[in-house]
Nanobody, 121 residues
Framework: QVQLVESGGGLVQAGGSLRLSCAAS????????MGWFRQAPGEEREFVAA????????RYAVSVKGRFTISRDNDKNTVYLQMNSLRVEDTAVYYC??????????????WGQGTQVTVSS
């Protein structure tokens, strides 16, 4: 089992920045990749970014590429999502998850509880 705990969400004005953190514990040696996903009210959960745990490869959704950066600190078993130039449409609950690097949402086995990000105009 892998346990994931997110932190760092909050309220920010459009154009501002936030950094989310996701601390992993448990069987972290089994993690292939970590991903960030988000779900806005009335919308389906969508992929945001992923990072390969060992090779430091990353991939992003088109909507956040160039504005968001995913990184990890293996010593701390923590993954970060630096979010810059935030837009109102980035408002959502953000979840981190552990699963296969190029997997779909359904392929991710472990999920955090989510952290709210609200961007005001």
């Amino acid at each position: 089992q892998v346990q994931l705990v997110e932190s760092g969400g909050g309220l920010v004005q459009a154009g501002g920045s936030l950094r989310l953190s996701c601390a992993a514990s448990g069987r972290t040696f089994s993690i292939d990749a970590m991903g960030w996903f988000r779900q806005a009210p009335g919308e389906e959960r969508e992929f945001v970014a992923a990072i390969n745990w060992s090779a430091v490869s990353t991939r992003y959704a088109v909507s956040v590429k160039g504005r968001f950066t995913i990184s990890r600190d293996n010593d701390k078993n923590t993954v970060y999502l630096q979010m810059n130039s935030l837009r109102v449409e980035d408002t959502a609950v953000y979840y981190c998850a552990a699963g296969p690097y190029r997997g779909t949402i359904a392929d991710y086995d472990y999920w955090g509880q989510g952290t709210q990000v609200t961007v005001s105009s």
